[in-house]
Each structure stands twice: as C-alpha cells, then as structure tokens.
C-alpha cells in the first residue's frame, strides 16, 4: 500500500505581489507609528554581554516594527568580540558566517588595511561604500538574513552611515506600481559576476538571482548593490524602470521620512535583519582608527517574522 507525501502547503505573504488583501493590511499595520527619525530607532543599554529582560524586549520592539535598532552601550573602546557575539546569541542567531576575510571568532574587523588580501577589497579602505544589503554575492542557498554591527573606535571625521528598512522599499515601489515587485522578483535580474582571484581560478561562480524574495515563513528577502562594477543587470525594460525608482528612493529623489542617516560612536551598535545600508567616506587619526566588528548570519532575528510580528 503506497503512501502520499504531504504536501508543502505555501506560507500566504503579503509580499506576494498577487496577494492584494493580506498585503494591504501589513502594509496599514506596517506603517502605523513607523519611526521617522533615527533617534525613534535608539535605545540605551548597559552592556550587550548580559542585557536585562527589559532592554532585550525594547531593542526586539524596534526590530519588530523596523527590521532594526540602534543600541547605546557603555562598553566605550572596549574591543572584547564577546560583545556583538554576546547580543547576536540573545537574538537567537547561531548560524554566522564565517567568511574568509572574517577574524578566528567569526566576526569581520573593519579597519582600514594598507597591506595584504584585504587593502583591495573597500570595506578596508576608507572609501564611500553605496547602498547594498549585506552578502547580495552569496549563492541562494547561503544567504545573509540578519547583520549586526558593533563600534569599536569611530574614526575622526566622516564614517556616518546611511539606514532604510527593506520592506519599507519593498512598500514604496510597491505602492508606485505593483508589476515593479514582480520584475524585481524575477530570478534573473540580477546577476554578481564571477570572482576570479590572482592564479586565474574562479573562486566565486557568476550567481543570478532576484532582488525580492519570499522566504518559506513569508517574510521578505532582499539582495541588492548599487555598485556598477559588482552586478549585471537584466535589460527587461520594466525591471529597468523599477531599478530607477529604487534609486531614487536611496538617494532621497522620492521623499520619505524612513531614510535615515547619522554616525554611530564606540559602545553604539546595529542590530538588524539585513536592512539597506550604506557609509561615509571617513578620515582616522591617531587616535581615531575607526573600527567595526560586523556579524553576518544565515539565520533572521528571533522574534521578528511575520507570524509573529502580525499573526498572518
């Protein structure tokens, strides 16, 4: 006697671009006492290593309506690596990625280097870094869900960094016209060229892929840069015209008061599900040498998926 396999049934989303209903009231929800300035996304602590119950539960708040939050430490210049992995812990995220530039404990150390592998890549250089979600070269299946950021030492001048959730920009093209999600969800629209390193081997293969995605538990997915040299983009028409309202709403040509912009200080941090972000060219000195530990993880921040956050 044969048995069925059960079958998979889809997580209904509002992201679904053909799901008018559902969309409309996360959409409602989504936007009711949304935060309008950064200092709404701030919420001070003592130390990451062991937050109290109440500031985990006010920093999940802000996560939970922004997909982000901003936390004031006291641990100053405090270089112990404990802290943003201490806090990534108490969000639930286990799975980092430990990628081949990162340190023994799994974190990157961003600081500018002048010599070896790392002066070549701009995230060690002291360069403006345009808008992109973290680890948009990634292969489908090892995608970066959740991104922290821990300030170890700001640098003397510059280094502010730019903030927007995705799913506010999801919303906003959107709202322009719903068939620019479905081009911008289109597995082929955009595509990381091969890595070839110095021997001539391809060390990362070309990787196509959509900028939106749904994930199995409904919640959004973006992948994107705006680096010219680092994607190829697709030459579908409708797709072009909704890459160039994407643009505008990054570089402010669309108002909207849920870009935000400032610079964070040693003890200051990021917590996020991957949001949209950019930095500043900055200048140390001395005694400012700007240094970042970032976390990437393959998993999202728990407690902040749709079921939970809107019980769809």
Known sequence: ?????????????????????????????????????LGDLVVEIRDPRSLTHGEHAALLAKCRKANMVIYVG??????????????????????????????ETGLTSLTVRSEGIRQHYIPYTNRAINWHTDGYYNTADRQIHA?????????????????????????LLREKNPDYIRALMAPRVMTIPA????????????????????LPSGDLHMRYTIRVNNVMWTDDPLAREALAYL????????????????????GMGLVSNNVLHDRAAFTDDATHKRHYYRARYFDR????SLREVYAF
């Open 1 to 37: 006697m044969s048995h069925a396999q059960p079958q998979i049934q889809p997580v209904a989303s509002p992201f679904d671009p053909d799901n008018t209903v559902l969309y409309e009231r996360w959409r409602d929800t989504k936007l009711r006492d949304y935060p309008e300035q």
């Open 74 to 103: 006291k641990t100053g210049t405090d270089p112990d690596p404990e802290i943003p992995l201490s806090l990534g812990r108490r969000f639930g995220l286990q799975d980092l990625n430990r990628n081949w530039l990162a340190d």
């Open 147 to 171: 991104l922290n950021l821990h300030v170890v030492q700001q640098a003397a001048s510059g280094g502010e960094n730019a903030l927007m959730d995705h799913e506010i920009v999801y919303l």
């Open 195 to 214: 890595r070839i390193d110095e021997g001539g081997t391809v060390a990362r293969a070309e990787e196509p892929g959509p900028v939106f995605s749904i």
């Open 247 to 266: 643009g505008s709403i990054l570089d402010g040509d669309v108002a909207t008061p849920y870009r935000y912009r400032g610079r964070l200080e040693s």
């Open 301 to 304: 921040l728990a407690g902040t």
